[in-house]
DNA sequence: TACTAATTTGTAATAATTACAATTTGACAT
DNA sequence: ATGTCAAATTGTAATTATTACAAATTAGTA
C-alpha cells in the first residue's frame, strides 16, 4: 500500500483512502475494468464509497499519467494501470481486452509530424485466440 | 451516386436515399463527424429523416466494412470513409482528429499471435501543430 | 489544534446510444 | 405494372455512461 502513497505524493496529489483503494484494485485487476465495475467491486467493502468519486479519482489519476484510459470498446472507458508501452485487443466475440506486448514503431514518424504526441494507443479488434478454438469445436473441424 | 449504389450492392444490402445521402456525406467530410453532427447537417436538407436511421445505416455500413468507427475521444463514436490503412491523431486543445498516414508494421507480428485480428485502430493524442503554433505566439516566444 | 483548499458524497442533469412497435419501402416474382 | 414480404425507416421511450453541482468532510500544513 505504501507504494500507492508514494505515486500520489510524487505527483503532489493528496492521499485519500478511496483513491489507495482504487489504484490497488487497478493493479490487482488487469481485466482492464470499465469505472462501474470498480466502483461495484470495491463498495462491497467500502459501503461509503461514491461512484463519483470513482469517476474523479480515475480522472486525475489519468491526467497524472498514473492510470491510462483506454477506449477501445466505444461504450464506455476501461482502465488499466500504466507500465510500459503496449498495445490492446478487443475480443468481439466475449468482450475481453488483452494486453498486447508489441512498441509502436510509428512513435519515431510521428515526432517529426509537428504535433505534439503525447499518447500512443494501439488497439486490434477481431476474435481471440481461445474464442476461435471454441468456433472449431463447435463446427466439428 | 452511382459510385455509393455499386458499393451496397456489392454488399448486398439495400439501396435507401438515407443510406447513399450518409455515404455521400461521409465521403465529402472527412472530418471525422459523430453521428449527431451528420444527422444535424443531412436534416436540413432532408427533413423527414430520423436519428435512429443514421444510427442504424453508421451500424451496417461499419459492420460490412465500407466506414469505419473511431473512438478515439471516448465520448462518442465518430466516422470515417474507409480507405486505405490510417491512423488518428486527437488534438486535446481544439479537439480535431486528423489523418496520420502511416501504416501498422505490428500486423504481421499480431497476425502470429492467435487472435484473428479484423481492424487496426492506431489512436495518437496531444496538441496538434497548429496549436502548438498558437501557444508559441502567446508566449511571445 | 485550527485553518483552508481540496476531496468526497449524493442527487440531479446531460449526452450518447439502444429498444421497440408501427409504418413505409426496396427488391423480386408474378 | 402490381403484389408480396422481409428489411428499413421513423418516432418515442428507455437505458447507460458521464458530468454538474452544492453541501459535508477531510488531508495537509501552520
Redesign the pocket.
Known sequence: MEKYVKMLREKN???????LIILKYLNEHSTHP???KIYQDLKINNP??????V???L??LEKHGIIQSITIS????RYDFRHEMHHHFLCKKCGRIIDIDVVCPNLGKMLECGHNVEEVHGYFKGICKKCMNKEKIKDGS
Open positions: 496529489l493528496k492521499v485519500t483512502p478511496q483513491r470499465a469505472t462501474d461509503s464509497l461514491s461512484k463519483t468519486t469517476y474523479n479519482s480522472e486525475i466505444g461504450l464506455e472507458h
